[in-house]
């Protein structure tokens, strides 16, 4: 396997990296509906998609995410065809997956598919990598659940292999082998960056550092600090694999209004209904008033308040985890496309100012 860097190394191996701060905001095509509570369809609610996309760059955000899924509630299953249509209409934002279950794609075509958004997007695509916490995938395009693991380890190492540009031998046991394959299209200037998705895995950490991706932690609930070891052990990693530093980012939900009353009294009643309906099938526990409160609290996962509550707690949060993106899920099914406008609008003008001055 190859120890050369995928990703833009930002300074010699052993300092501290230089990486700017980013921020982002990531969306699983969550359901929309009118003013008036009234679903929309699949088809408005990638419309809708589409121009929160837009906005994110009028208002200075730096990525937009979709992660991928295949239910009623979350109809955008193709990512990069969306992004594609954010692309044309901004000239700023960087778009990417949020993320690719890999385990249940074929990496060729994922590189293909975001080697032409690169391309269409003059250089601003992104991909994070993921096993996959929604399982929707495998039934649908034919995989086995009994191999997850081996699914996505061989499929990283292959993804790898074609990031490196030029003709591609490869063999393994998950898909058809490589016998020097040129692959298309090619990118411009070099790789595009590419994350792995962590939602609680040391393992997935040492992969990541060991391909030389850079890391996302997926904090979807509880203390973000017990996520501070996984950052030290990516970096231990990288050192030990002889790379240079590389980024570390946070993607965790919330929800932005004027207030914080607003915010949690528009949030809540989604964020219950939603948990309670994949509590059924990923024993997740179905949330309380008090344990919602515990989350949008200092020390919990959900990010839902107004402009200074959820500034304050991103600052403080990048600090302890040793991040220098954020991107915040937004977004639950249900929620009214006014509300998610509001939200994008006010986590671009007023969060995201916020932030970097209380981090200056």
Same mark, same amino acid.
């Given at each position: 396997?190859?120890?050369?860097?995928?990703?833009?190394?930002?300074? +010699?191996?052993?300092?501290?990296?230089?990486?700017?701060?980013?921020?982002?905001?990531?969306?699983?095509?969550? =359901?929309?509906? *009118?003013?008036?509570?009234?679903?929309?369809?699949?088809?408005?609610?990638i419309?809708?998609?589409?121009?929160?996309?837009?906005?994110? *760059?009028q208002?200075?955000?730096?990525?937009?995410?979709?992660?991928e !899924?295949?239910?009623?509630?979350?109809?955008?299953?193709?990512?990069?065809?969306v992004?594609?249509?954010?692309?044309?209409?901004?000239?700023?934002? !960087?778009?990417?997956?949020?993320?690719?279950?890999?385990? +249940?794609?074929?990496?060729?075509?994922?590189?293909?598919?975001?080697?032409?958004?690169?391309?269409?997007?003059?250089? =601003?695509? /992104?991909?994070?990598?993921?096993?996959? +916490?929604?399982?929707?995938?495998f039934?649908?395009?034919?995989?086995?659940?009994?191999d997850?693991?081996?699914?996505? /380890?061989?499929?990283?190492?292959?993804?790898?292999?074609?990031?490196?540009?030029?003709?591609?031998?490869?063999?393994?046991?998950?898909?058809?082998?490589?016998?020097?394959?040129?692959?298309? &299209?090619?990118?411009?200037?070099?790789?595009?960056?590419?994350?792995i998705?962590?939602?609680?895995? &040391?393992?997935?950490?040492?992969?990541?550092?060991?391909?030389?991706?850079?890391?996302?932690?997926?904090?979807?609930?509880?203390?973000?600090?017990?996520?501070? &070891?996984?950052?030290?052990?990516?970096?231990q990693?990288?050192?030990?694999?002889? =790379?240079?530093?590389?980024?570390?980012?946070?993607?965790?939900?919330?929800?932005?209004?004027?207030?914080?009353?607003?915010?949690?009294?528009e949030?809540?009643? !989604?964020?219950?209904?939603?948990?309670?309906?994949?509590?059924?099938? =990923?024993?997740?526990?179905?949330?309380?008033? /008090? +344990?919602?409160?515990?989350?949008?609290? &200092?020390h919990?996962?959900?990010?839902?308040?107004?402009? /200074?509550?959820?500034?304050?707690?991103?600052?403080?949060?990048?600090?302890?985890?040793?991040?220098?993106?954020?991107?915040?899920?937004?977004g639950?099914?249900?929620?009214?496309?006014?509300?998610?406008?509001?939200?994008?609008?006010l986590?671009?003008?007023?969060?995201?100012?916020?932030?970097?001055?209380?981090?200056?």
């Amino acid at each position: 396997m190859t120890t050369a860097p995928l990703n833009t190394p930002a300074d +010699s191996a052993g300092e501290p990296a230089p990486f700017p701060l980013e921020f982002g905001i990531d969306t699983f095509g969550d =359901r929309t509906s *009118d003013d008036s509570g009234r679903q929309t369809t699949h088809a408005q609610t990638i419309r809708d998609g589409v121009e929160q996309g837009v906005l994110a *760059d009028q208002v200075g955000e730096d990525f937009i995410g979709i992660g991928e !899924h295949h239910t009623d509630d979350f109809p955008l299953s193709a990512a990069d065809v969306v992004l594609a249509a954010i692309a044309a209409r901004t000239t700023r934002i !960087h778009l990417g997956s949020a993320v690719t279950v890999l385990s +249940s794609d074929d990496p060729v075509r994922v590189f293909q598919r975001y080697s032409t958004l690169n391309a269409v997007s003059g250089g =601003r695509a /992104e991909v994070i990598l993921g096993r996959g +916490s929604s399982i929707d995938s495998f039934p649908l395009f034919g995989y086995d659940l009994a191999d997850y693991e081996d699914l996505f /380890e061989e499929k990283t190492n292959l993804f790898a292999e074609l990031l490196k540009g030029g003709p591609v031998t490869w063999q393994g046991k998950t898909r058809a082998s490589l016998h020097d394959q040129d692959v298309v &299209p090619h990118t411009e200037s070099g790789p595009f960056p590419t994350w792995i998705g962590v939602g609680g895995s &040391p393992q997935s950490v040492i992969r990541a550092a060991h391909y030389g991706f850079s890391l996302m932690l997926a904090i979807i609930g509880g203390s973000p600090t017990r996520f501070a &070891p996984f950052s030290q052990l990516f970096q231990q990693a990288l050192e030990r694999f002889d =790379r240079s530093p590389l980024p570390v980012g946070v993607h965790s939900p919330g929800h932005v209004a004027a207030t914080d009353e607003r915010a949690r009294d528009e949030f809540w009643p !989604h964020y219950l209904e939603t948990i309670r309906r994949f509590s059924k099938i =990923r024993g997740f526990a179905v949330p309380t008033r /008090e +344990s919602f409160a515990a989350e949008v609290g &200092p020390h919990g996962a959900l990010y839902v308040g107004s402009p /200074e509550t959820v500034a304050q707690k991103i600052a403080a949060n990048l600090t302890t985890l040793g991040a220098n993106r954020f991107d915040l899920k937004y977004g639950m099914p249900g929620l009214a496309q006014s509300a998610l406008m509001t939200n994008v609008e006010l986590y671009g003008t007023q969060v995201i100012p916020r932030v970097r001055e209380l981090l200056a």
